[in-house]
């Protein structure tokens, strides 16, 4: 793959698993609070 094509698939694995991951991340500060 060309650097441009890996940095665009980085990108959207790293997205795709912030967003997975975001509720979880909030359910646990709010359960911290």
Request: charge should be negative; aromatic fraction near 4%; hydrophobic fraction near 50%.
């Amino acid at each position: 793959l060309s650097g441009g094509t890996r940095t665009i698939i980085l990108t959207l694995l790293i997205a795709g698993v912030g967003a997975w991951l975001l509720p979880i991340t909030e359910q646990k500060e709010d359960a911290d609070a």
